[in-house]
């Protein structure tokens, strides 16, 4: 056959030694068929230069081969490592992954969700920063939605982290260096993940005697650099005294060193600091920033594996995970 005549599945069949319908249940992972007949298939098509249309193929099975993901802040390393997790699993399954970027916006977040409703994607990974938005996408819509990070009221499957255990163990290694007045460093807002981690540095200071300060609750509006520096700010400038910060994600960590080094408090022989997220520059800064370890891969595989299941209709049960954390040890609480 020349090399410019478009190959078809019959054609494939025939080469193969097999018939049409071993061929497509191989492309389409259908099962019944051997290993050798599937290995023997699957190179005579990467020989032949054979091509799925897609186009064809979604009218037959209703189906895209796409998915969307939709996170808070695609510069944030965290989000960034899941997006990367599920494109990687997403491709096992041949799904192409749409992205999309809702700078925490509620507005763009819901202009994103229909966006990808309109592309008709056979399902949407969702990190959400609403409350609401599980009713509206899942309530009336009716696509398989999976929620990652963040709980959403009305969601019926999720995968988190297991955020009050890491806010436990962020909390209780203050305490364990000899921190008696640990302050919060949070995001203002009710968001799930948050309020577990604030939860579990109740818990830890509970369990070690120590009652609630209100004082030593730090909410920002925005969970970045130079909100929480200026937030550590303003209590130092209030006299508020504290020798540990826990701060619910990295960032803060590094605006909160930034803040007591600008009033010549030294980390960690003043103030020890903890951080939540265990990006990439937490171990590079001066002092490098102990923190809390989250399984991004893990979270992006269970979020494909799950979400390949209700689309191709193998398992519709309600299904909530929460995945382990683990506590790193560095030089901001030696």
Not at 5 to 13: E, L
Not at 219 to 238: C, F, M, R, T, Y
Request: hydrophobic share 35%.
């Amino acid at each position: 056959m020349d090399a410019k005549d478009k190959v078809s599945i019959i054609d494939i069949a025939k080469k193969s030694g097999v018939s049409i319908a071993t061929v497509s249940r191989i492309i389409n992972k259908n099962g019944r068929y051997s290993k050798e007949t599937e290995e023997r298939v699957l190179k005579i098509i990467e020989e032949s230069g054979f091509r799925i249309n897609l186009n064809a193929k979604s009218l037959r099975t209703k189906k895209t081969q796409t998915i969307g993901i939709i996170v808070p802040d695609i510069t944030n390393e965290f989000f960034a490592k899941i997006i990367q997790a599920v494109e990687r699993n997403a491709m096992k399954h041949d799904y192409s992954v749409f992205v999309c970027n809702t700078d925490e916006d509620e507005k763009r977040e819901q202009i994103q969700v229909k966006n990808l409703l309109e592309k008709f994607v056979d399902g949407i990974i969702y990190i959400s920063g609403r409350t609401d938005s599980g009713e509206k996408v899942e309530g009336n819509i009716g696509i398989p939605v999976v929620y990652i990070d963040r709980y959403i009221s009305a969601s019926k499957i999720y995968i988190q982290s297991d955020n009050i255990e890491g806010g436990y163990l962020a909390t209780k290694e203050l305490l364990d260096k000899g921190c008696k007045r640990i302050m919060i460093l949070k995001d203002i807002r009710g968001i799930s993940s948050i309020v577990s981690r604030y939860n579990g540095y109740e818990k830890a200071l509970k369990e070690a005697g120590i009652l609630i300060d209100k004082d030593l609750i730090c909410d920002v509006s925005k969970v970045d650099h130079e909100h929480a520096k200026n937030g550590i700010l303003e209590k130092i400038n209030s006299n508020i005294k504290f020798d540990g910060i826990f701060a619910t994600n990295d960032w803060m960590a590094l605006g909160a060193i930034g803040a007591l080094s600008e009033r010549n408090i030294k980390v960690p022989e003043d103030v020890k600091v903890v951080g939540f997220d265990d990006m990439s520059i937490s171990a590079m800064t001066v002092p490098s920033i102990t923190t809390i370890n989250q399984d991004t891969e893990k979270m992006g595989e269970h979020a494909i594996e799950i979400l390949m299941d209700i689309i191709t209709n193998k398992d519709n049960s309600v299904r909530n995970i929460s995945i382990p954390v683990k506590l790193i040890k560095r030089r901001s609480t030696e």
